[in-house]
């Protein structure tokens, strides 16, 4: 049975690039590397071979009767410490959707793409491969980044073989593929289909982000001799702002798509016990499905800032680290992508994504949807994460059945 054949690649995948800690196939690191050489190995076994990109990204290609392409994709790089799902799923799926025509010339092409550093754990940038792919990378935003060890991006790409400033050539290359249909099985990495007790979702999108960090600037003071009312306490002021974040992402949240507010990051100076903190920092991350409901949480989030600084006596200023659109997925493939849930599950629950994805990329280019599988008490990027086999065969089943629908409706267009 396929869906049995990709959990067994899986485990072996992990088995090879895990060590006690969880997988370790941080993108561009040799790890890594060793990921791709192990699917070469797959691959040769079924008469396939893969090929990379400009942007480094794997393509392995089957030609159908006509070149009009339906593209699957993952990543085989993880997070250092990671699961043996994230982003393995997608790619090894996709071979097995390849596998299956295996003597035979599907109506239309099909490609599975292994995304290249889709998490950006070692420079802070995800989606690096598939943002070359899609064209939209700007090498110039990225050619400071170091990792820990002062490594810098360009060097860690040549080292790879790839020059960062053609990154963005991909996509050319991508267009010359006739690109039809992009389709990614994912685990979920949150608790809400375990939660509705659903092994699949259908993926509606995803969230778009805002990210700021926050300065709050008071008068550090002696906590023995400083009265409440005379203090200018930047902490106070910075959590009241977290706290009435907390309130902005439940107003603007409803039963059909939520709002999340999260701050993350706190620092305060002087950072002594007995001093009243004159410097806090904390950074917020905002999302939201509805470009609407994104810009008015971050309105409201100023605003209690502002209002929070206010109360305390000191100043705020923001600084804005980074920020994305919400995308939405092809209607179409959505539909396609629920009736084959459906089929293979007799409920078809729609959800949106908070993680981002190359699909998130690939919807630049050409109609998109994921597909998600449950996972095991909504953990992710960590060595826990998991998704019980049962769930996982029938998700690859109803996966393999939206490839078949949709090889079928871009042949019929
Ligand atoms: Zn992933």
């Known amino acids: 049975m396929s869906a049995r054949d990709v959990i067994a690649n899986l485990r072996a995948?992990?088995?090879?690039?895990?060590?006690?800690?969880?997988?370790?196939?941080v993108a561009w690191g040799p790890?890594?590397?060793?990921?791709?050489?192990?699917?070469?190995?797959?691959?040769?076994?079924?008469?396939?071979?893969?090929?990379?990109?400009?942007?480094?990204?794997?393509?392995?290609?089957?030609?159908?009767?006509?070149?009009?392409?339906?593209?699957?994709?993952?990543?085989?790089d993880s997070v250092p410490n990671g699961g043996w799902l994230d982003g393995a799923l997608g790619v090894l799926a996709g071979i097995e959707a390849l596998n299956r025509f295996s003597g035979a010339t599907p109506p239309v092409t099909l490609a599975v793409?292994?995304?290249?550093?889709?998490?950006?754990?070692?420079?802070?940038?995800?989606?690096?491969?598939?943002?070359?792919?899609?064209?939209?990378?700007?090498?110039?935003?990225?050619?400071?980044?170091?990792?820990?060890?002062?490594?810098?991006?360009?060097?860690?790409?040549?080292?790879n073989g790839v020059d960062l400033d053609r990154m963005?050539?991909?996509?050319?290359?991508?267009?010359?593929?006739?690109?039809?249909?992009?389709l990614e099985l994912h685990i979920e990495q949150g608790p809400v289909l375990e939660a509705m007790r659903q092994?699949?979702?259908?993926?509606?999108?995803?969230?778009?982000?805002?990210r700021h960090i926050l300065r709050f600037v008071g008068q550090a003071a002696h906590s023995g001799s400083t009265p409440i009312a005379m203090r200018r306490d930047a902490f106070l002021a910075a959590a009241e702002t977290a706290i009435a974040c907390r309130e902005i992402a439940r107003r603007h949240s409803t039963p059909a798509s939520g709002m999340l507010c999260t701050v993350g990051t706190v620092s305060v100076e002087p950072a002594i016990v007995?001093?009243?903190?004159?410097?806090?920092?904390?950074?917020?991350?905002?999302?939201?499905?509805?470009?609407?409901?994104?810009?008015?949480?971050?309105?409201?989030?100023?605003?209690?800032?502002?209002?929070?600084?206010?109360?305390?006596?000191?100043?705020?200023?923001w600084r804005h680290l980074w920020r994305i659109d919400p995308c939405r997925f092809d209607p179409r493939l959505v539909d396609l992508c629920a009736d084959a849930v459906q089929e293979a599950t007799e409920h078809a629950p729609r959800l949106p994504s908070g993680p981002l994805h190359d699909a998130v990329e690939m919807s630049r280019v050409m109609p998109a949807v994921m597909m998600f599988a449950r996972s095991t008490n909504g953990l992710s990027h960590c060595k826990e994460e998991d998704t019980p086999e049962a769930d996982l065969e029938v998700t690859i089943d109803a996966f393999l059945r939206l490839v078949d629908k949709t090889v079928e409706a871009v042949a019929a267009d």
Do not use: M
């Open 31 to 76: 790890v890594w590397r060793d990921a791709r050489r192990w699917l070469d190995e797959l691959l040769a076994e079924k008469g396939l071979r893969a090929q990379s990109d400009v942007s480094g990204n794997n393509w392995i290609t089957l030609p159908g009767a006509r070149p009009e392409t339906v593209i699957i994709g993952g990543h085989l």
């Open 168 to 182: 963005p050539e991909a996509r050319r290359a991508l267009d010359q593929r006739h690109p039809r249909a992009y």
């Open 13 to 25: 995948l992990a088995a090879r690039t895990s060590d006690g800690h969880g997988a370790q196939r």
């Open 274 to 317: 007995t001093a009243v903190p004159g410097v806090c920092e904390i950074g917020l991350d905002q999302r939201a499905l509805e470009p609407d409901t994104l810009r008015r949480a971050l309105a409201d989030a100023h605003e209690a800032a502002s209002r929070a600084a206010a109360a305390n006596g000191v100043t705020v200023t």
């Open 113 to 159: 793409v292994d995304f290249a550093d889709e998490e950006g754990a070692r420079f802070s940038r995800g989606l690096l491969g598939s943002s070359g792919a899609s064209g939209s990378l700007v090498p110039d935003s990225v050619r400071g980044l170091v990792d820990r060890q002062g490594v810098r991006l360009a060097e860690a790409l040549a080292e």
């Open 199 to 210: 092994s699949t979702g259908v993926v509606i999108g995803t969230y778009g982000v805002e």
